[in-house]
Structure formats: C-alpha cells, structure tokens
C-alpha cells in the first residue's frame, strides 16, 4: 500500500471511529478512543458495563454508487479476540450525500455468520464483508452465493447495553 493511500485509509478510520464515539456519546455511553491500535477502536461503558467496539469505514464513491455496495475487512486475529468479549463491531458507511449509516453487529452474531460460511476468509487472515445498501432501507451482507438481510442491525445503538 502506497503511503498517501495508507494515510487516506487511516484518516477514513479515525472519522469513522469519531463518528460512532459522538453517537455513543449522545446515548449517554462513557467513551474513551484506544491510542494504541490492538483490535479496539473504543472503549465504552454504561451502567458499570464495559463494551469493546471495532469500528470498520467505508465510503461510498461515483464507482460505487449505482450498486450501493462497500467492502469491509477485518482481521482473522483481532476477530478471534474480540470475540471472546462483550464485544460489537459497527460499520460506518458514509454515503456520498454526507450521511453516515452505522450496522451495529455483536462479534457473536458475525461469529455465526463465519460458523454458516456467509463469512470467509480472503488471502488467510481477512474476513470480507461485503454490504449491500437498498433504496428501500434494507442493507444485506452478500456472500459466496448467498445473501443475509442485516437491516434489523441499522442504528440498533441499544443493542450495546
């Protein structure tokens, strides 16, 4: 990766990550961002509760923009630590009108997903997700020739409490 593309993804990284920390905030969450990149983004609590949030951006572009699609990856290791905790993954997609939608996943649901194949593995060591925004709302993760309707996870905030 070239270094004015790695830059560009990691400033893409730190607003999506601020993006979910202001909406956390909002939801009266206790947030406090990692400095140091070991697999967590955020830190949150509520209620003497402590929630450990990955936060995966993307940013939909002129080339993506008639099929509504953005690819995420996730690293195989942080995931199989993550997943061991009370812990949520949230997908910022940033639209090209300036809005964001946030997919708020519990690690145990995409853990399942990766348990029925929906999920694999590229190259290894990186899990694709690869969603699908709908006009109508609905957004769908697609898969090796499936497709699971996520769109109950959209801004489902209170689903981390």
């Known amino acids: 990766m070239k270094k004015n593309e790695r830059m560009r993804t990691q400033i893409r990284g730190f607003a999506g990550t601020y993006a979910v920390a202001s909406e956390l905030l909002f939801r009266n969450y206790i947030v ?26 993307a940013i939909e572009s ?17 995931f199989d630590v993550l997943s061991k905790v009370n812990s949520f993954y949230v997908f910022v997609a940033r639209m090209l009108e300036g809005t964001n939608k ?22 290894g060591d990186i899990y694709r997700v690869t ?13 090796k020739g499936t497709q699971e ?3 109950y996870y959209m801004n489902k905030w209170d689903l981390i409490s």
């Open 32 to 57: 406090q961002p990692m400095s140091i990149d070991a697999g967590i983004d955020l830190v949150c609590w509520k209620n003497n509760e402590r929630y450990d949030i990955q936060v995966k951006t």
């Open 131 to 143: 969603l699908k925004f709908n006009q109508d709302g609905t957004v769908y993760l697609k898969g």
């Open 102 to 123: 946030f997919i708020v996943i519990p690690s145990h649901v995409l853990k399942k997903l990766i348990e029925e194949s929906k999920l694999y593995l590229m190259g």
């Open 62 to 78: 002129e080339k993506t923009e008639k099929t509504k699609t953005l690819i995420y990856e996730l690293g195989k290791r942080t």
């Open 149 to 151: 309707d996520l769109s």
